[in-house]
């Protein structure tokens, strides 16, 4: 009997309610089925929102990158643009100027490291100020002197051209020469005038209004240091030319040292006084020192000056010796050229006649001439030597007066021209050491060597001994006096408004004639006040808002005080007002009887 298998036997058949069932519970509810939908919708739209966040990063990522490969592109060709640049300059001046290092220290701010890169850091921009105006102004000295030489080269020969610009360097700074065997420092003082002149006016333009301390040290190195070394450039070309031609090198030294006097000058003049008192009121230092120089060079001037009338006069007189110094030339070129040589030599006989009216000599080798005395020598062929007396000169100790008339009326207009003198005496006595300085350095340059004659000039010690004497006597009359007088001044002058005019009353003048003592005691009493007051005016200076409150405090108080005032009588006005009629009538009726008994009493007094 074949038994069926479990597949093959028939199922029993569920009922449809039961099937029913069974598709709700797997289907669900439709609440659920939204909620589903909410939740599927919930997470499509955070990850659309995840999507997009990461697509902004890396769009942000991504320009970040474009960014900082753009900076670096653009660094790397500013870097190798800089360093073409470089290239280009270094390749064209044959220097290498910056490395590489010095470039990025500078590139990033950074200051340059070292004691001398900072110092240099401090004084670089005084030295780009002053120096190119000062290269130009003896550029153009350099240039002058250059066409000179050249005008001498077209007809002594080029070759000469390098050693005349030398020499002619070193007349302008009154240097020595030393040509055929021959020492010349008794060379002309005009050019060297000329030059002081033109470059203390420069000087003047360059440094302007104002200048920094720190600028002006700069200023005065490079005025003297840059003709210093073309001092030393033209011993150079002396001493070059030396080996070709008959002449030699100077003495280095006194070239030197003349020209730190020359170019020194010309920076002390050009800089000014202003300049000099500011400096010394920076210190701390009086500034009478500056009047003592200004004092000493205005009475070497207007001696110059005099010294100049005196030998162009003896010139004058001696008419034929000046004729005669021109028979070593028959041409008008030499005749003219001579003439300019006198011109030029002007300043120096000058300083040689001052020194004669001063009390001194002025001596060519062995000959002297002074006040005095006189000995005759043969003088070169120069036309202004004919102003060298070769006799005694007749009165010659009352010519002494001319010093002293040239001295006084000096001090007098010092004194004149001035409402205020510091340090009158030490002034005098300063301008005695002014003098002596400045005549010693002028007649050490404007005398020297004159060839086979021997020295000329005038004798400098005794020179410098002369101004000083001169000129600190009647200084020292004068600021004696001076100082008398100003000590003798009364400073404080009775005020105005206190003298009694006529419309004064008798009684204010009867007020004025009381007792000394009592006007002592008042005079002590304002005294004590107007103290008392400049205390309480610094004291309400220190503590302004103490003094506002105490203020406010008082107003405050009598205000409570009207009103308390104002309060009592209107209580006072209400009280009676509050009074019976009656009471009030009784009350003046009383008064009345009082006033009727007075006057009674008054009567019976009479």
């Excluded at 609440?31 to 890396?58: C, F, H, I, L, P």
């Excluded at 004084?123 to 153009?140: C, D, E, Q, S, T």
């Excluded at 920076?267 to 009121?281: D, E, P």
């Excluded at 000046?322 to 040589?341: E, K, M, Q, R, W």
Aim: hydrophobic share 45%.
């Amino acid at each position: 009997m074949n038994i069926p298998s479990d597949a093959q036997r028939p199922q029993p058949r569920r009922s449809s309610s039961r099937r029913r069932r069974g598709a709700r519970q797997v289907s669900g509810s439709p609440q659920d089925a939204r909620d589903r939908r909410k939740a599927s919708q919930a997470r499509a739209q955070a990850a659309r929102e995840a999507a997009a966040r990461e697509a902004s990063r890396q769009e942000q990522a991504s320009g970040a990158a474009a960014n900082r490969s753009a900076q670096a592109s653009a660094n790397s060709r500013r870097e190798s643009t800089e360093q073409s640049a470089h290239r280009f300059v270094d390749e064209k001046h044959g220097e290498r100027r910056r490395t590489a290092a010095a470039t990025a220290s500078l590139h990033k701010g950074e200051e340059p490291k070292g004691a001398l890169a900072s110092r240099w850091a401090l004084w670089k921009p005084h030295v780009k100020r002053f120096a190119g105006p000062l290269l130009i102004n003896y550029g153009v000295t350099l240039g002058i002197i250059v066409a000179l030489a050249v005008v001498v080269g077209i007809g002594a020969g080029f070759r000469r051209v390098p050693a005349t610009i030398g020499s002619l360097w070193m007349v302008v700074n009154l240097g020595t020469l030393n040509m055929t065997g021959a020492l010349l420092g008794f060379l002309p003082l005009a050019p060297a005038l000329i030059y002081i002149w033109a470059t203390a006016r420069r000087t003047t333009k360059i440094i302007g209004k104002s200048v920094s301390v720190r600028g002006l040290r700069v200023f005065i190195v490079l005025s003297l240091l840059i003709p210093l070394l073309m001092t030393l450039l033209a011993w150079f070309m002396l001493w070059d030319a030396s080996k070709v031609f008959d002449l030699a090198a100077p003495n280095v030294g006194e070239a030197l040292v003349s020209t730190a006097l020359v170019n020194g000058a010309a920076v002390v003049i050009g800089l000014r006084s202003r300049i000099w008192r500011a400096l010394l009121l920076r210190r701390g230092l009086p500034t009478w020192p500056v009047e003592a120089f200004r004092l000493a060079a205005s009475f070497l001037l207007r001696m110059m000056v005099a010294g100049g009338v005196a030998a162009l006069v003896y010139a004058a007189t001696n008419m034929g010796a000046v004729v005669d110094s021109y028979g070593i030339t028959s041409s008008l070129t030499g005749a003219i050229g001579l003439s300019l040589l006198a011109l030029l030599y002007l300043p120096n006989i000058a300083i040689g006649a001052m020194a004669v009216l001063l009390g001194g000599e002025f001596h060519v080798g062995d000959g002297a001439v002074s006040l005095f005395t006189s000995t005759n020598v043969n003088l070169p062929p120069l036309p202004i030597l004919a102003a060298v007396p070769n006799q005694t000169i007749p009165g010659g100790p009352f010519f002494l007066a001319v010093t002293a008339l040239v001295a006084v009326a000096t001090v007098y207009r010092f004194v004149k021209t001035r409402g205020f003198i510091e340090a009158p005496v030490a002034l005098a006595v300063g301008s005695g050491a002014a003098v002596a300085f400045l005549g010693f350095c002028l007649s050490w340059l404007a005398g020297g060597e004159l060839g086979v004659y021997g020295s000329a000039g005038a004798l400098e010690w005794l020179f410098a001994a002369e101004c000083a004497a001169w000129l600190m006597v009647p200084a020292l009359v004068f600021m004696l006096y001076v100082s008398r007088a100003g000590s003798v001044v009364v400073e404080d002058v009775e005020d105005s408004s206190s003298t009694p005019t006529s419309t004064d009353s008798d009684e204010d003048r009867t007020e004025e004639s009381e007792d000394p003592g009592d006007q002592d005691d008042r005079n002590k009493h304002v005294t004590q006040g107007e103290q008392n007051d400049q205390t309480e005016g610094v004291e309400d200076d220190e503590v302004p808002e103490t003094t506002e409150d105490a203020e406010d405090t008082e107003a405050t108080d009598s205000s409570v005080k009207q009103e308390s005032d104002e309060h009592s009588t209107g209580v006072s006005e209400a009280d009676t007002s509050d009074k019976p009629a009656e009471a009030q009538e009784s009350e003046k009726t009383q008064e009345s009887e009082q006033e009727e008994s007075a006057s009674a009493q008054d009567d019976d007094k009479k």
